[in-house]
């Protein structure tokens, strides 16, 4: 659980610093770094759902063997 919390944290953090760079030297419109905001915003989400359903799957095997 923490190693998925830190990389979703370390690539929030990388990408919005990138996107904050190119915005600061005019390469990224406003527009865009929005959209860059939220599509990192999204991937971290669906990084913790994959991480939620992998444990669910665990938590269903390991019920099937001992059953």
Same mark, same amino acid.
Not at 9 to 29: D, K, Q
Not at 31 to 53: K, P, Q, R
């Given at each position: 659980?923490?190693?998925?919390?830190?990389?979703?944290? &370390?690539?929030?953090?990388? !990408? %919005?610093?990138?996107?904050?760079? /190119?915005?600061? $030297?005019?390469?990224?419109?406003?527009?865009?770094?929005?959209?860059?905001?939220?599509?990192? &915003?999204?991937?971290?989400? !669906? %990084?913790?759902?994959?991480?939620? /359903?992998?444990? $669910?799957?665990?938590?269903?095997?390991?019920?099937?063997?001992?059953?």
């Amino acid at each position: 659980m923490m190693r998925t919390i830190k990389i979703n944290l &370390s690539f929030a953090l990388i !990408l %919005n610093g990138i996107a904050i760079i /190119l915005a600061m $030297i005019g390469t990224l419109s406003p527009v865009w770094g929005a959209l860059v905001h939220n599509g990192g &915003s999204l991937l971290v989400v !669906l %990084n913790s759902a994959l991480y939620c /359903l992998g444990n $669910i799957k665990l938590i269903l095997t390991k019920t099937e063997i001992h059953m």
